[in-house]
């Protein structure tokens, strides 16, 4: 029997708890910061409010009409009528990014949970860990102190997911999202109150459009059309996308949700954490003067050098790796979800069997694509260590690919049957909508291939 959720909050906050994580805290206030501030902010409103919020909400109604696994979803929706090739190329697409996703996110999240511990200690007095670049080019280089905290985020996931839909993931979401929320506005409050940070904000929300190639001379259409892309890409990424996540958490919906109304409330949220992220990572790093255009070492290198000149800075440091933590958690049990009901409903694997094949499949690809990373393995692929190379391939291409075959299905398959089950009752929005699913999503994507 397909499970269902308790109630409508469960899944909004399930849903959201998927959306918001790394790509958000982490990922989206460099990308902010590397590519012209407010300009970039403006972009990506664009992306998610045209495109990703009616991608978001098609996949949840599509999971809602199928009410099965991943596989089976696309010959059941349309009576038996659809090719095989459909299930073929969407569930081994979607099990791909499954496991090579979840293994880049582990380390990660790993990390996040090794600088939880440190600043717990150091708020405390337990032992005072100095968290600065030795720290992370420390654990960066250790093969084995990443495994350990990565096995540990494994273990916490599964322990969540074992307990099932309503006990596990939307229980869970229902404690930890609202928290969330206020570790989020305790921070942006406190840093309000920091001198100096409201030079952050000013660059936050000012768009700088020569970032975007727009200048008075000219129009840089390559430069415009790179930073779309990512802003496009990071929106695919924040609204986990690509991975049969809102396809599995939509089929335990039951039939009187109003998907439009919920779509619309995790696509809020998620835009306001990114927002909310960035106004406490760009202006603190302002306010002490730093570089804030350093990539992914931002949240890791820069931020903690910046809490440890801050006063209350040892809370400051805690809390905010706590959030990282517990947003990335939520992501992670929704990333082995669609694996583990595809496994329940399809090989007849007890929850529990389902949840250790998912985690035990994790552990060993994130040992083999750890030890690339760390150079205890010589392996690459296009020149990248194994690590960077999952990263890239399922960011640039694989997620990306599986939105769109899921726009081709549902816009060119099943559209009616998705119209309907939303009940769309304005003419402007049904044509809309339809519009983004079976024609601008499409070439869209298909251009970010071209240039990826
Ligand atoms: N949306 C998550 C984030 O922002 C990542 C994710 C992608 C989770 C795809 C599930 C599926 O970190």
Not at 27 to 44: C, D, E, S, T
Not at 131 to 158: M, P, R
Not at 322 to 348: D, M
């Amino acid at each position: 029997m397909h499970t269902h959720w308790g109630s409508k909050l469960g899944f909004v906050l399930a849903t959201a708890g998927s959306a918001v994580g790394l790509g958000n805290i982490w990922r989206f206030p460099y990308l902010i910061a590397q590519n012209g501030g407010g300009a970039f902010l403006l972009v990506y409103l664009l992306c998610v409010g045209l495109l990703g919020y009616f991608l978001l909400t098609a996949k949840i109604t599509f999971g809602r009409i199928a009410a099965t696994n991943f596989i089976d979803g696309f010959q059941k929706v349309t009576n038996g009528a659809a090719s095989r090739l459909w299930s073929r190329l969407g569930g081994f697409l979607t099990i791909f990014n499954v496991f090579f996703v979840s293994a880049v996110y582990v380390v990660v999240i790993g990390w996040t949970l090794s600088y939880v511990v440190a600043s717990a200690q150091n708020l405390i007095g337990f032992s005072s860990v100095a968290i600065d670049k030795n720290l992370f080019e420390t654990l960066t280089a250790s093969y084995g102190t990443q495994l350990f905290w990565g096995i540990l985020c494994i273990v916490v996931t599964s322990l969540i997911l074992i307990r099932g839909v309503k006990g596990g993931i939307e229980k869970t979401s229902l404690y930890l999202m609202p928290f969330l929320f206020l570790l989020l506005i305790f921070m942006v409050a406190w840093m309000f109150m920091i001198p100096g940070s409201e030079k952050g904000l000013k660059f936050l929300f000012t768009p700088n459009w020569a970032d975007l190639g727009i200048t008075e001379s000219g129009f840089d259409i390559h430069k415009l059309a790179h930073v779309a892309l990512l802003a496009l890409g990071q929106a695919i990424y924040s609204l986990s996308l690509g991975m049969g996540v809102c396809f599995i958490y939509g089929s335990y919906l039951k039939p009187n949700t109003d998907i439009k109304k919920s779509g619309l409330w995790v696509v809020i949220l998620d835009t306001l954490v990114a927002t909310l992220a960035s106004m406490i990572v760009v202006p603190a790093v302002f306010a002490f003067g730093l570089e804030s255009n350093q990539g992914p070492g931002l949240s890791f290198i820069t931020l903690p050098f910046v809490f440890s000149q801050m006063a209350g800075g040892k809370i400051f440091m805690f809390v905010f790796f706590l959030l990282l933590f517990v947003a990335a958690l939520t992501s992670l049990i929704s990333i082995y979800e669609p694996v583990i009901n595809l496994l329940i409903e399809r090989k007849g694997l007890s929850r529990k069997m389902a949840t250790m094949c998912v985690a035990g499949m994790n552990v060993i690809l994130s040992a083999v694509v750890l030890a690339s990373f760390t150079g205890h393995l010589s392996w690459t692929i296009l020149g990248k260590n194994l690590f960077d190379c999952a990263d890239y391939v399922t960011g640039s291409y694989t997620m990306g690919l599986m939105v769109l075959i899921y726009c081709v299905f549902m816009g060119w398959k099943i559209w009616p049957q998705i119209r309907d089950n939303l009940k769309i009752k304005n003419k402007i929005f049904e044509n809309y909508f339809s519009f983004v699913i079976k024609i601008l999503s499409p070439i869209i994507l298909v251009l970010l291939f071209i240039m990826a």
